[in-house]
Protein backbone atom coordinates (compact mmCIF):
# COMPACT_ATOMS: atom_id res chain seq x y z
CA UNK A 1 0.00 0.00 0.00
CA UNK A 2 1.58 3.16 -0.86
CA UNK A 3 1.44 5.76 1.80
CA UNK A 4 2.95 9.52 2.82
CA UNK A 5 6.17 9.60 4.17
CA UNK A 6 5.92 11.91 7.63
CA UNK A 7 8.56 10.93 9.60
CA UNK A 8 11.70 8.38 8.25
CA UNK A 9 12.75 5.19 8.87
CA UNK A 10 11.73 1.34 8.39
CA UNK A 11 10.13 -0.54 11.15
CA UNK A 12 8.14 -4.05 11.42
CA UNK A 13 5.92 -5.68 14.15
CA UNK A 14 1.92 -6.39 14.86
CA UNK A 15 -0.97 -4.64 14.03
CA UNK A 16 -2.41 -2.55 16.79
CA UNK A 17 -5.65 -1.46 15.20
CA UNK A 18 -7.64 2.05 16.89
CA UNK A 19 -10.94 3.04 15.08
CA UNK A 20 -10.91 6.31 17.14
CA UNK A 21 -8.43 8.89 17.12
CA UNK A 22 -5.60 9.27 19.85
CA UNK A 23 -5.27 12.04 22.38
CA UNK A 24 -1.27 11.48 23.56
CA UNK A 25 -1.69 14.06 26.34
CA UNK A 26 -3.56 12.52 29.15
CA UNK A 27 -4.38 9.28 26.89
CA UNK A 28 -1.03 7.27 26.65
CA UNK A 29 0.90 6.65 29.77
CA UNK A 30 4.71 7.74 28.78
CA UNK A 31 6.46 5.58 31.20
CA UNK A 32 4.40 2.45 30.18
CA UNK A 33 3.28 3.20 26.78
CA UNK A 34 -0.71 1.78 28.08
CA UNK A 35 -4.13 3.53 27.22
CA UNK A 36 -5.33 5.29 29.67
CA UNK A 37 -8.20 6.95 28.08
CA UNK A 38 -11.34 5.65 29.52
CA UNK A 39 -14.17 4.76 26.78
CA UNK A 40 -11.07 4.75 24.51
CA UNK A 41 -11.09 1.49 21.99
CA UNK A 42 -7.70 0.79 23.07
CA UNK A 43 -7.91 1.19 27.15
CA UNK A 44 -5.58 -0.64 29.13
CA UNK A 45 -3.97 -2.35 25.67
CA UNK A 46 -0.08 -1.34 25.11
CA UNK A 47 1.48 0.81 22.15
CA UNK A 48 4.85 -0.25 22.51
CA UNK A 49 6.71 -2.46 19.61
CA UNK A 50 3.16 -2.12 18.05
CA UNK A 51 2.60 -0.75 14.23
CA UNK A 52 0.15 2.06 15.83
CA UNK A 53 -2.65 1.75 12.98
CA UNK A 54 -5.21 4.88 13.70
CA UNK A 55 -6.89 7.69 11.97
CA UNK A 56 -5.59 11.12 13.48
CA UNK A 57 -4.53 12.24 16.61
CA UNK A 58 -6.38 14.74 19.16
CA UNK A 59 -6.25 16.65 22.03
CA UNK A 60 -3.28 19.20 23.37
CA UNK A 61 -0.61 20.04 20.97
CA UNK A 62 1.67 18.88 24.07
CA UNK A 63 1.10 15.46 22.87
CA UNK A 64 4.16 15.22 20.92
CA UNK A 65 5.83 15.40 24.17
CA UNK A 66 4.44 12.12 25.08
CA UNK A 67 5.19 10.34 21.86
CA UNK A 68 8.77 11.54 22.55
CA UNK A 69 9.09 10.74 26.01
CA UNK A 70 7.27 6.88 24.92
CA UNK A 71 10.50 6.62 22.79
CA UNK A 72 12.93 8.15 25.77
CA UNK A 73 11.34 5.12 28.06
CA UNK A 74 11.62 2.54 25.71
CA UNK A 75 7.81 2.06 24.94
CA UNK A 76 7.26 3.78 21.76
CA UNK A 77 5.15 2.12 19.17
CA UNK A 78 7.39 0.35 16.24
CA UNK A 79 5.55 2.80 13.58
CA UNK A 80 2.72 5.09 13.33
CA UNK A 81 0.42 4.17 10.32
CA UNK A 82 -2.56 7.29 10.03
CA UNK A 83 -5.38 8.19 8.01
CA UNK A 84 -4.17 11.76 8.09
CA UNK A 85 -1.24 12.83 10.64
CA UNK A 86 -1.98 16.32 11.97
CA UNK A 87 0.37 18.72 13.45
CA UNK A 88 0.65 16.88 16.96
CA UNK A 89 1.10 13.32 15.57
CA UNK A 90 3.83 14.32 13.10
CA UNK A 91 5.63 16.81 14.95
CA UNK A 92 5.77 13.86 17.71
CA UNK A 93 6.71 11.11 15.26
CA UNK A 94 9.70 13.42 13.78
CA UNK A 95 11.11 14.40 17.61
CA UNK A 96 11.09 10.75 18.86
CA UNK A 97 12.36 9.55 15.66
CA UNK A 98 9.44 6.90 15.03
CA UNK A 99 8.68 5.89 11.55
CA UNK A 100 5.20 7.42 10.24
CA UNK A 101 2.77 7.30 7.24
CA UNK A 102 -0.50 8.92 6.55
CA UNK A 103 -3.03 8.86 3.95
CA UNK A 104 -4.03 5.03 3.89
CA UNK A 105 -7.05 3.61 4.10
CA UNK A 106 -7.37 1.92 7.55
CA UNK A 107 -10.31 -0.23 6.92
CA UNK A 108 -8.38 -3.68 5.68
CA UNK A 109 -6.17 -3.32 8.60
CA UNK A 110 -6.62 -6.29 11.02
CA UNK A 111 -5.26 -6.23 14.65
CA UNK A 112 -2.43 -8.16 15.19
CA UNK A 113 -1.19 -9.19 12.06
CA UNK A 114 2.24 -8.59 11.08
CA UNK A 115 3.40 -4.98 9.01
CA UNK A 116 6.36 -3.30 7.94
CA UNK A 117 6.52 -0.20 7.33
CA UNK A 118 9.03 1.69 5.09
CA UNK A 119 8.54 5.70 5.96
CA UNK A 120 11.58 6.42 3.53
CA UNK A 121 9.72 4.70 0.23
CA UNK A 122 6.13 5.57 1.73
CA UNK A 123 4.54 1.42 1.79
CA UNK A 124 3.19 0.05 4.19
CA UNK A 125 2.78 -3.92 3.47
CA UNK A 126 1.70 -7.13 5.34
CA UNK A 127 4.32 -9.46 6.09
CA UNK B 1 16.61 14.15 5.04
CA UNK B 2 18.11 17.13 3.16
CA UNK B 3 16.47 17.07 -0.01
CA UNK B 4 13.32 18.93 0.14
CA UNK B 5 10.73 20.80 -2.30
CA UNK B 6 10.91 24.00 -0.42
CA UNK B 7 13.34 26.89 -0.99
CA UNK B 8 15.45 26.73 2.03
CA UNK B 9 17.93 29.98 2.14
CA UNK B 10 22.20 29.24 2.86
CA UNK B 11 21.79 29.55 7.00
CA UNK B 12 18.24 27.54 6.79
CA UNK B 13 20.16 24.88 4.70
CA UNK B 14 23.16 24.63 7.36
CA UNK B 15 20.79 23.97 10.45
CA UNK B 16 19.00 21.28 8.48
CA UNK B 17 22.31 19.86 7.36
CA UNK B 18 23.16 19.58 10.98
CA UNK B 19 25.86 22.28 11.41
CA UNK B 20 24.39 23.75 14.70
CA UNK B 21 23.88 20.02 16.30
CA UNK B 22 21.95 17.45 16.13
CA UNK B 23 18.85 18.56 17.96
CA UNK B 24 18.86 21.43 16.13
CA UNK B 25 19.00 19.53 12.65
CA UNK B 26 15.79 17.35 14.39
CA UNK B 27 13.91 20.82 14.75
CA UNK B 28 14.87 22.23 11.00
CA UNK B 29 13.64 18.82 9.81
CA UNK B 30 10.03 19.30 11.68
CA UNK B 31 9.96 22.35 10.07
CA UNK B 32 10.31 21.51 6.80
CA UNK B 33 8.42 18.12 7.43
CA UNK B 34 5.56 20.45 8.56
CA UNK B 35 6.12 22.58 5.49
CA UNK B 36 5.81 20.14 2.90
CA UNK B 37 2.85 18.42 4.47
CA UNK B 38 1.30 21.65 4.62
CA UNK B 39 2.03 22.76 1.20
CA UNK B 40 4.45 25.70 1.98
CA UNK B 41 7.21 27.34 -0.67
CA UNK B 42 9.79 28.11 1.75
CA UNK B 43 10.32 29.09 5.87
CA UNK B 44 9.82 32.30 6.65
CA UNK B 45 12.04 34.24 9.48
CA UNK B 46 10.28 35.52 12.63
CA UNK B 47 9.99 38.86 14.12
CA UNK B 48 9.47 36.74 17.58
CA UNK B 49 8.13 33.70 19.01
CA UNK B 50 5.60 32.62 21.59
CA UNK B 51 6.03 29.39 23.08
CA UNK B 52 3.06 27.33 24.83
CA UNK B 53 3.19 24.59 26.68
CA UNK B 54 4.73 25.95 29.87
CA UNK B 55 2.62 25.06 32.87
CA UNK B 56 4.18 21.65 34.39
CA UNK B 57 0.30 20.53 34.21
CA UNK B 58 0.47 20.36 30.53
CA UNK B 59 3.95 19.34 29.77
CA UNK B 60 4.27 16.48 32.49
CA UNK B 61 7.51 14.14 32.65
CA UNK B 62 7.74 13.66 29.10
CA UNK B 63 8.00 17.46 28.21
CA UNK B 64 10.43 18.61 31.21
CA UNK B 65 12.75 15.66 30.20
CA UNK B 66 12.39 17.01 26.52
CA UNK B 67 13.20 20.39 27.70
CA UNK B 68 15.53 19.79 30.05
CA UNK B 69 17.60 17.33 26.90
CA UNK B 70 17.54 20.39 24.72
CA UNK B 71 18.88 22.78 26.82
CA UNK B 72 21.45 20.82 27.99
CA UNK B 73 22.36 20.14 24.37
CA UNK B 74 23.89 24.05 24.08
CA UNK B 75 20.43 24.74 21.55
CA UNK B 76 19.76 28.22 21.69
CA UNK B 77 16.75 30.52 20.49
CA UNK B 78 17.30 32.04 17.14
CA UNK B 79 14.74 34.61 17.49
CA UNK B 80 13.26 37.31 20.08
CA UNK B 81 10.85 34.21 22.27
CA UNK B 82 8.50 34.43 25.43
CA UNK B 83 6.30 32.17 27.05
CA UNK B 84 3.05 31.28 27.78
CA UNK B 85 1.65 31.33 31.50
CA UNK B 86 3.75 28.99 33.44
CA UNK B 87 2.17 27.06 36.09
CA UNK B 88 3.08 29.02 39.52
CA UNK B 89 3.56 32.37 40.34
CA UNK B 90 7.29 32.02 41.80
CA UNK B 91 7.39 35.09 44.11
CA UNK B 92 3.78 33.98 46.05
CA UNK B 93 4.01 30.32 45.67
CA UNK B 94 4.27 29.69 49.04
CA UNK B 95 1.68 32.27 50.40
CA UNK B 96 -0.66 31.61 47.85
CA UNK B 97 -0.36 27.86 48.64
CA UNK B 98 0.84 26.45 45.29
CA UNK B 99 2.01 22.72 45.97
CA UNK B 100 5.46 22.16 46.72
CA UNK B 101 6.34 19.25 44.25
CA UNK B 102 4.81 21.34 41.46
CA UNK B 103 6.89 24.39 42.03
CA UNK B 104 10.04 22.57 42.13
CA UNK B 105 9.35 20.68 38.77
CA UNK B 106 7.89 24.37 36.84
CA UNK B 107 11.75 26.01 38.50
CA UNK B 108 13.37 22.81 36.59
CA UNK B 109 11.22 23.72 33.22
CA UNK B 110 11.92 27.75 33.76
CA UNK B 111 15.26 26.88 33.97
CA UNK B 112 15.45 24.81 30.83
CA UNK B 113 13.83 27.88 29.15
CA UNK B 114 16.55 30.05 30.60
CA UNK B 115 19.29 27.91 29.27
CA UNK B 116 17.88 28.12 25.76
CA UNK B 117 18.14 32.01 25.65
CA UNK B 118 13.89 32.29 26.11
CA UNK B 119 12.99 35.44 27.94
CA UNK B 120 11.54 34.48 31.20
CA UNK B 121 8.20 36.85 30.54
CA UNK B 122 5.49 34.28 31.19
CA UNK B 123 2.29 35.68 29.69
CA UNK B 124 -0.99 35.21 27.07
CA UNK B 125 -0.68 38.77 26.75
CA UNK B 126 3.21 39.55 25.15
CA UNK B 127 1.53 42.72 23.63
CA UNK B 128 0.66 44.14 26.60
CA UNK B 129 4.07 43.58 28.40
CA UNK B 130 6.63 45.31 26.67
CA UNK B 131 6.71 42.78 23.52
CA UNK B 132 4.62 44.54 20.69
CA UNK B 133 4.72 43.24 17.00
CA UNK B 134 4.18 45.59 14.13
CA UNK B 135 1.46 45.50 11.10
CA UNK B 136 2.78 42.64 8.75
CA UNK B 137 5.36 41.19 11.25
CA UNK B 138 5.90 37.16 10.50
CA UNK B 139 5.53 35.51 13.92
CA UNK B 140 5.53 32.19 15.35
CA UNK B 141 3.19 32.32 18.53
CA UNK B 142 1.57 29.42 20.36
CA UNK B 143 -1.09 30.93 22.74
CA UNK B 144 -4.49 30.96 21.32
CA UNK B 145 -5.76 34.34 22.31
CA UNK B 146 -2.44 36.13 21.79
CA UNK B 147 -2.68 34.60 18.14
CA UNK B 148 -5.93 36.21 17.94
CA UNK B 149 -5.10 39.49 18.56
CA UNK B 150 -1.45 39.47 16.97
CA UNK B 151 -3.24 38.58 13.46
CA UNK B 152 -6.86 40.57 14.26
CA UNK B 153 -5.96 43.86 15.96
CA UNK B 154 -2.01 44.09 15.70
CA UNK B 155 -1.99 42.83 11.73
CA UNK B 156 0.86 40.86 12.50
CA UNK B 157 0.83 37.31 10.86
CA UNK B 158 1.14 33.78 12.69
CA UNK B 159 -0.78 30.61 12.71
CA UNK B 160 -1.94 29.06 16.14
CA UNK B 161 1.16 27.50 16.28
CA UNK B 162 1.23 24.18 18.83
CA UNK B 163 3.84 24.29 21.84
CA UNK B 164 6.53 21.77 20.10
CA UNK B 165 6.57 24.03 16.87
CA UNK B 166 6.60 27.55 18.22
CA UNK B 167 9.56 26.28 20.09
CA UNK B 168 11.20 24.63 16.70
CA UNK B 169 10.81 27.79 15.13
CA UNK B 170 12.55 29.60 18.29
CA UNK B 171 15.72 27.37 17.87
CA UNK B 172 15.37 27.68 14.23
CA UNK B 173 14.78 31.49 13.51
CA UNK B 174 11.63 30.56 11.00
CA UNK B 175 8.48 29.03 10.53
CA UNK B 176 6.79 27.46 7.49
CA UNK B 177 4.95 30.07 5.08
CA UNK B 178 1.22 28.94 4.61
CA UNK B 179 -2.08 29.58 6.56
CA UNK B 180 -2.26 33.09 8.29
CA UNK B 181 1.25 33.89 6.67
CA UNK B 182 -0.89 34.02 3.33
CA UNK B 183 -3.60 36.52 2.26
CA UNK B 184 -6.45 34.41 1.31
CA UNK B 185 -6.62 32.33 4.81
CA UNK B 186 -6.90 35.79 6.33
CA UNK B 187 -10.24 36.49 4.48
CA UNK B 188 -13.40 36.97 6.14
CA UNK B 189 -15.67 33.63 6.13
CA UNK B 190 -19.00 34.81 8.10
CA UNK B 191 -20.37 38.31 8.77
CA UNK B 192 -21.66 38.44 12.07
CA UNK B 193 -24.75 41.32 13.06
CA UNK B 194 -24.08 42.18 16.91
CA UNK B 195 -27.58 43.53 18.16
CA UNK B 196 -27.03 43.59 21.80
CA UNK B 197 -25.30 46.64 23.82
CA UNK B 198 -21.96 45.57 25.09
CA UNK B 199 -21.52 46.75 28.64
CA UNK B 200 -18.24 45.16 29.93
CA UNK B 201 -15.22 42.77 28.97
CA UNK B 202 -17.34 39.87 30.19
CA UNK B 203 -20.07 41.02 27.35
CA UNK B 204 -17.39 40.26 24.38
CA UNK B 205 -16.32 37.32 26.10
CA UNK B 206 -19.53 35.36 26.18
CA UNK B 207 -20.43 36.93 22.75
CA UNK B 208 -16.97 35.04 21.69
CA UNK B 209 -18.05 32.30 23.15
CA UNK B 210 -21.26 32.13 21.23
CA UNK B 211 -19.29 33.07 17.73
CA UNK B 212 -16.69 30.68 18.09
CA UNK B 213 -18.63 27.58 18.20
CA UNK B 214 -20.55 29.14 15.02
CA UNK B 215 -17.33 29.79 13.12
CA UNK B 216 -15.12 27.28 14.66
CA UNK B 217 -12.01 27.71 12.57
CA UNK B 218 -13.65 30.55 10.43
CA UNK B 219 -13.06 34.14 10.13
CA UNK B 220 -15.85 36.53 11.53
CA UNK B 221 -16.21 40.10 10.00
CA UNK B 222 -17.97 42.21 13.09
CA UNK B 223 -20.52 45.11 11.08
CA UNK B 224 -19.76 46.93 14.35
CA UNK B 225 -19.14 46.41 18.48
CA UNK B 226 -20.63 49.49 19.59
CA UNK B 227 -20.96 53.28 18.43
CA UNK B 228 -17.58 53.97 20.40
CA UNK B 229 -15.93 50.51 19.40
CA UNK B 230 -13.98 48.36 21.77
CA UNK B 231 -10.82 48.96 23.04
CA UNK B 232 -7.84 46.91 23.30
CA UNK B 233 -9.06 44.94 26.32
CA UNK B 234 -12.48 44.21 25.33
CA UNK B 235 -10.66 42.87 21.99
CA UNK B 236 -8.49 41.05 23.63
CA UNK B 237 -11.57 38.99 25.82
CA UNK B 238 -13.39 38.46 22.36
CA UNK B 239 -10.97 37.05 20.59
CA UNK B 240 -9.82 34.81 23.56
CA UNK B 241 -13.22 33.42 23.87
CA UNK B 242 -13.50 32.90 20.42
CA UNK B 243 -10.47 30.68 20.35
CA UNK B 244 -11.98 29.15 23.14
CA UNK B 245 -14.92 27.94 22.45
CA UNK B 246 -13.63 27.47 18.65
CA UNK B 247 -10.50 27.46 16.56
CA UNK B 248 -10.60 31.38 16.07
CA UNK B 249 -7.17 32.94 14.69
CA UNK B 250 -8.19 36.04 12.86
CA UNK B 251 -10.97 38.03 12.74
CA UNK B 252 -11.86 41.64 11.85
CA UNK B 253 -14.57 44.17 13.41
CA UNK B 254 -15.34 47.02 10.57
CA UNK B 255 -13.82 50.33 11.39
CA UNK B 256 -11.74 49.34 14.56
CA UNK B 257 -8.97 46.05 13.24
CA UNK B 258 -6.79 46.96 10.34
CA UNK B 259 -7.45 44.56 7.60
CA UNK B 260 -11.56 45.12 7.91
CA UNK B 261 -11.30 47.62 4.99
CA UNK B 262 -9.67 45.29 2.64
CA UNK B 263 -13.05 42.98 2.71
CA UNK B 264 -16.20 43.05 2.27
CA UNK B 265 -18.73 40.67 3.55
CA UNK B 266 -21.91 40.77 1.85
CA UNK B 267 -22.81 37.62 1.01
CA UNK B 268 -21.19 35.71 3.00
CA UNK B 269 -23.06 33.13 5.53
CA UNK B 270 -24.61 35.90 8.35
CA UNK B 271 -24.76 35.32 12.39
CA UNK B 272 -26.95 37.91 14.61
CA UNK B 273 -26.66 38.08 17.89
CA UNK B 274 -28.85 39.71 20.39
CA UNK B 275 -29.10 40.21 24.30
CA UNK B 276 -30.60 36.84 24.66
CA UNK B 277 -27.81 34.52 22.97
CA UNK B 278 -25.41 36.24 25.28
CA UNK B 279 -28.00 35.51 28.93
CA UNK B 280 -27.71 31.82 27.33
CA UNK B 281 -24.16 31.82 27.59
CA UNK B 282 -23.95 33.36 31.21
CA UNK B 283 -26.58 30.71 32.16
CA UNK B 284 -25.64 27.67 30.43
CA UNK B 285 -21.36 28.50 31.45
CA UNK B 286 -21.26 29.86 34.83
CA UNK B 287 -24.00 28.20 37.28
CA UNK B 288 -21.92 28.00 39.85
CA UNK B 289 -22.48 25.21 42.59
CA UNK B 290 -25.77 25.71 42.87
CA UNK B 291 -25.15 27.45 46.79
CA UNK B 292 -24.18 30.22 44.98
CA UNK B 293 -20.45 31.39 46.50
CA UNK B 294 -17.53 31.16 44.26
CA UNK B 295 -14.52 30.20 46.66
CA UNK B 296 -12.17 32.41 44.60
CA UNK B 297 -12.42 35.06 42.06
CA UNK B 298 -10.16 35.50 39.39
CA UNK B 299 -9.37 38.40 36.94
CA UNK B 300 -7.44 38.59 34.22
CA UNK B 301 -8.07 35.66 31.49
CA UNK B 302 -6.21 37.17 29.34
CA UNK B 303 -3.82 38.45 31.31
CA UNK B 304 -5.06 41.89 33.15
CA UNK B 305 -3.22 45.16 31.40
CA UNK B 306 -2.42 47.83 33.29
CA UNK B 307 -5.71 49.90 32.22
CA UNK B 308 -7.96 47.12 33.96
CA UNK B 309 -5.74 47.30 37.21
CA UNK B 310 -5.97 51.26 37.04
CA UNK B 311 -10.11 50.54 37.11
CA UNK B 312 -9.84 47.83 39.95
CA UNK B 313 -7.89 49.63 42.03
CA UNK B 314 -9.34 52.35 42.00
CA UNK B 315 -13.09 50.46 42.90
CA UNK B 316 -11.71 48.34 45.77
CA UNK B 317 -9.95 51.54 47.19
CA UNK B 318 -10.93 51.68 50.65
CA UNK B 319 -12.98 48.22 50.66
CA UNK B 320 -12.50 44.88 51.66
CA UNK B 321 -13.49 41.58 49.74
CA UNK B 322 -14.99 38.67 51.95
CA UNK B 323 -13.30 36.16 49.24
CA UNK B 324 -10.12 35.79 47.46
CA UNK B 325 -9.25 37.46 44.35
CA UNK B 326 -6.33 36.78 41.80
CA UNK B 327 -5.69 39.38 39.07
CA UNK B 328 -3.67 37.47 36.69
CA UNK B 329 -1.33 39.64 34.91
CA UNK B 330 2.17 39.89 33.44
CA UNK B 331 5.04 39.80 36.03
CA UNK B 332 5.97 43.34 33.62
CA UNK B 333 2.84 45.12 34.19
CA UNK B 334 2.50 44.11 38.08
CA UNK B 335 5.84 45.67 38.34
CA UNK B 336 4.21 48.98 36.69
CA UNK B 337 1.23 48.38 38.53
CA UNK B 338 3.51 48.69 42.36
CA UNK B 339 5.62 51.33 41.15
CA UNK B 340 2.36 53.44 40.32
CA UNK B 341 0.77 52.69 43.39
CA UNK B 342 -2.28 50.70 42.06
CA UNK B 343 -1.26 47.59 43.70
CA UNK B 344 -1.95 48.96 47.18
CA UNK B 345 -5.36 49.70 47.30
CA UNK B 346 -6.31 45.99 45.41
CA UNK B 347 -3.95 44.53 47.78
CA UNK B 348 -5.28 46.10 50.92
CA UNK B 349 -8.71 44.82 49.89
CA UNK B 350 -7.58 41.78 50.05
CA UNK B 351 -6.89 41.36 46.39
CA UNK B 352 -3.35 39.61 45.03
CA UNK B 353 -1.83 40.52 41.68
CA UNK B 354 -0.52 37.21 40.38
CA UNK B 355 2.07 37.11 37.99
CA UNK B 356 3.39 34.39 35.43
CA UNK B 357 0.51 32.17 35.66
CA UNK B 358 -3.02 32.13 35.64
CA UNK B 359 -6.16 29.43 36.92
CA UNK B 360 -6.63 27.70 33.47
CA UNK B 361 -2.75 26.55 34.27
CA UNK B 362 -2.45 26.58 37.60
CA UNK B 363 -3.07 23.30 39.69
CA UNK B 364 -5.65 25.09 41.18
CA UNK B 365 -7.15 22.00 41.73
CA UNK B 366 -4.95 21.02 44.13
CA UNK B 367 -5.29 24.11 46.04
CA UNK B 368 -8.43 23.62 47.92
CA UNK B 369 -10.71 25.64 45.65
CA UNK B 370 -14.10 24.48 43.79
CA UNK B 371 -16.15 26.96 42.53
CA UNK B 372 -14.55 30.12 40.81
CA UNK B 373 -16.11 33.31 39.89
CA UNK B 374 -14.71 34.64 36.43
CA UNK B 375 -15.60 37.36 34.16
CA UNK B 376 -13.89 35.51 31.14
CA UNK B 377 -15.49 34.04 28.64
CA UNK B 378 -12.32 31.92 28.22
CA UNK B 379 -11.84 30.64 31.45
CA UNK B 380 -15.52 30.02 31.43
CA UNK B 381 -14.63 27.29 29.00
CA UNK B 382 -11.53 25.73 30.87
CA UNK B 383 -12.16 25.42 34.03
CA UNK B 384 -14.35 22.84 34.05
CA UNK B 385 -12.09 20.28 32.37
CA UNK B 386 -9.02 21.70 32.93
CA UNK B 387 -9.42 22.42 36.72
CA UNK B 388 -12.32 20.58 37.83
CA UNK B 389 -14.14 23.99 38.55
CA UNK B 390 -17.50 24.40 39.13
CA UNK B 391 -17.81 28.16 37.75
CA UNK B 392 -19.89 31.31 37.75
CA UNK B 393 -19.48 33.65 35.08
CA UNK B 394 -20.53 36.97 35.20
CA UNK B 395 -19.16 41.06 34.24
CA UNK B 396 -16.56 41.38 36.67
CA UNK B 397 -19.00 44.46 37.83
CA UNK B 398 -21.33 41.93 39.47
CA UNK B 399 -18.77 39.45 41.17
CA UNK B 400 -17.00 42.54 42.97
CA UNK B 401 -20.76 43.55 44.46
CA UNK B 402 -21.27 40.31 45.96
CA UNK B 403 -18.08 39.82 47.20
CA UNK B 404 -18.19 43.36 48.92
CA UNK B 405 -21.60 43.45 50.19
Redesign the interface.
Known sequence: MKARP???GRAAGPALVSPAPISF?GGVE??TGVVIERGHPLCGRCVAGQVLVFPAGKG???G???L???A?NGVAPAALVVGE?E??V???A??ADIPCVDRVALDGFRDGEALEVDADRGEVRRA | MSATRLELDDGQRALLAGQAGGWVQRLMRLLVRLGEIYGARRLLPVASVQVSGVSYKSLGEPGLAFLEELSQSGARVRALTSLNPSGVDPERAAELGFPADFVERQARIMAAFARLGVLGSATCTPYQAGLLPRFGQHLAWAESSSVAFANAVLGARTNREGGPSALAAAVCGCTPEHGLHLDQARRPTHRVRVEAELGSTADHGALGVWVGRRVGAGVPYFEALGAAGPGADELKALGAAMAASGAVAMYHVAGVTPEAARHDPAGLPELRVGRAELDQVYAELGPGDGAGEPDLLVTGCPHASLEEIAALSGRLAGKRLRRPLWVCTSAFVREAARRLGLAGPLEAAGGRLVADTCPVVAPIERMGFRCTGVDSGKAACYLPGLCQQRVVFRPLEELLEEALA
Open positions: ISSYATSTVSYVYGLRATIATGIL
